[in-house]
Structure formats: C-alpha cells, structure tokens
C-alpha cells in the first residue's frame, strides 16, 4: 500500500497538477478554520470529511457554542458562493428554493431563485421551521437539484448544506423527520471549550471578530478536485465487510426499532475515503470506519419502545453502536 503521490496527480477536469498535496491542502484548510473554532480539531475535520465526501453536515448542541461560527468559517476559507438561512417558525418553501415574479413591464413572469442556488448554504436553527419548510431541503440534499413549479434545477458544484439545530427538547423546535436525518452525512457536536482554549478565544476578540481575518485557502476547482480524489481512495474487501457486519448488526438488534439504511452505508463508505484522504492515504483502514461510525449512525438509527425511555435517546443510540463495535471483528 502507498501514501498519495503528490508529484503529479489528476484532476477532476483531466489534466494533471504538479505538487498537488492533498493531505497538506487540507491541513491549510483546516488550519484557517481552527483559528476561529479553538480547541476542536476533531469537529474541524469531519466538517472537512463531509464536504469532500460529498455529503451534509448536521450540528447540534446548545446556543452559543460555535455551530454557527464554524459554518461561517469554513465558507470564508473557501472561494464558494455562500447563503445564510434563518429557519424560523415563519419561513416558508418559496423563502429558500425560490418563486416567479409577475414583470408588469415585460408580462412575464420571471424566475428569481432562492439562497438554495449556493455552493454552501447554511440552514441555521433548522429545526425552528415548520416540516412542510424543512422539507423543502429533501431533493436539494438527496439529488443536487430542484423542482420548482415543474421545471428541475441543478445547483451549483460542489454543494454542501450545513444546518444547526438546537436540542429537540429546546422550546419552540420541530424535530427533523428520519427522512431528513438520513441526509446528512454526519451529525456533529461541538461541546464547551476547555478553560485554556476560552481564554485563547477571549484573547482572539480583544481587537475584533477573528471571522474577519479568516481568508480563502481553496478555490472552488480545488474542492471538486478533492472530492474527485476521495473516489480514487482504495477500501479492501475486508474492510467492506466489515462496514456491512456493522451495518446488518444495527438492523438486527433488539434494541433499535430502525437499523441503517443503504444510504447511511454509502455515507459511511464514502466519509471513510475522505477521512484516508485527509490523513495522507489513498487507501482506507479499519479505524477510518470505527472512528465515523458514531457521527455517521447515531442519528440515523431508531430505537425501539423499550430504549426510548431513556432521557438522551442520542446518547443510548451511541451506547448500543458501541456495543455493536464490540462484536465485530476488526480485519488485520
């Protein structure tokens, strides 16, 4: 097995780019971002992952922790179009995909799209707007299109919808249906810094927001060269068994009521690619599954009526993933 050779690789356009080193583009990525968001390396990077993978990205935790600084920063660290959604009680279909516009000059109606039509779009507090708004996100998230008044769209490339929620319990929130909670690769959360990196954090904001110096790092053909490149990454038949050992052991356990579906195992497939890519290898290893194995399932599997009696159904959807692990044999 080889690292990635960096003296000529191929892009996603054909041609071949000298002294392209992914590992060390992403680290410059992941280092923009990391001097805003102290002390999170981890979360830094499955940010990343989800991007290259090509997938969604779901954050949650409570207020004021970060969920939507961390958004902010990696669109700045990127040359994206970038749209800010404030999903509210309020928010209608039409406010994010879009809607024509009757021209008394011309009349005609004309089409003036929504902020969906973005490379990165933030849906911030997602879970504070109503399903039938929630829902408007499925198509977008599942095909890179929309339909909107009987003509499809394509959006823009890449696309990654990063949203934020507050926890469920929070008042006044909707929780997101398992069909939307399947579309997202990975569920992420930040939790409260150490004592050292907020004291880091207060000193970054004695002469302003740092937001503001964050610069771009990587232009929109660097993004979809990457995500070209996670394709190449190698994964060996016995690390796709046991990927689906894991999956099936979710889908026969006693204590979930719905284990995890096909898309949830291409989503683990294919951030384990990515995770090998950032980390330097164009192959995969068993700790490339086992470490997005939390993140990638937890919030896709459903317990049953006995295990949901428990106050932090996340919390035991993690516990019983962890007793799955156990019994699975990691191949050598």
Request: no cysteine; hydrophobic share 45%; aromatic share 4%.
């Given at each position: 097995m080889r690292d990635w050779i960096v003296s000529e690789t191929q892009t996603a356009g054909g041609g071949a780019v000298a002294g392209f080193d992914p590992a060390a583009k992403v680290a410059e990525l992941q280092a923009a971002i990391e001097?805003?968001?102290r002390g999170k390396s981890e979360t830094v990077k499955f940010a990343l992952i989800a991007l290259l993978a090509?997938?969604?990205?779901l954050i949650e935790d409570v207020p004021g922790i970060g969920k939507t600084t961390l958004a902010n920063a990696l669109a700045r660290a990127l040359e994206l179009s970038f749209q800010r959604i404030q999903?509210?009680?309020?928010?209608?279909?039409?406010?994010?995909?879009g809607l024509s516009i009757f021209n008394q000059k011309t009349g005609e109606f004309e089409w003036k799209s929504g902020p969906i039509f973005s490379n990165i779009v933030l849906a911030d507090e997602i879970n504070r707007a109503t399903p039938?708004?929630?829902?408007a996100l499925l198509e977008a998230m599942a095909e890179e299109q929309v339909t909107v008044e009987g003509r499809s769209m394509r959006l823009p490339t890449p696309f990654i919808v990063i949203a934020t929620q507050n926890p469920s319990e929070h008042h006044g929130t909707y929780p997101l249906p398992e069909s939307q909670l399947d579309r997202f690769m990975l569920r992420l959360h930040i939790g409260y810094p150490d004592m050292n990196d907020e004291r880091q954090i207060l000193r970054d904001r004695r002469s302003g927001d740092p937001l503001a110096a964050v610069e771009s790092v990587m232009s929109q053909s660097d993004v979809v060269d990457l995500q070209?490149?996670?394709n190449e990454v190698r994964?060996?038949?016995?690390?796709i068994d046991y990927l689906l050992e894991i999956v099936n052991l979710t889908r026969v356990s006693d204590q979930l009521e719905l284990g995890i579906s096909p898309r949830g195992t291409l989503a683990l497939f294919r951030s384990a690619k990515a995770l090998a890519l950032i980390e330097g290898r164009d192959y995969c290893i068993a700790d490339d599954i086992k470490r997005l194995v939390m993140p990638c399932f937890a919030h896709r599997v459903i317990l049953n009526a006995r295990s949901a009696v428990v106050r932090n159904?996340?919390?035991e959807a993690e516990r019983i993933l962890h007793e799955i692990l156990q019994k699975v044999s990691v191949p050598i």
């Open positions: 001097g805003v968001i090509r997938g969604h990205l999903f509210t009680s309020d928010l209608l279909p039409s406010d994010v995909l039938k708004t929630q829902s070209a490149m996670v994964v060996d038949d016995a690390l159904r996340m919390r």
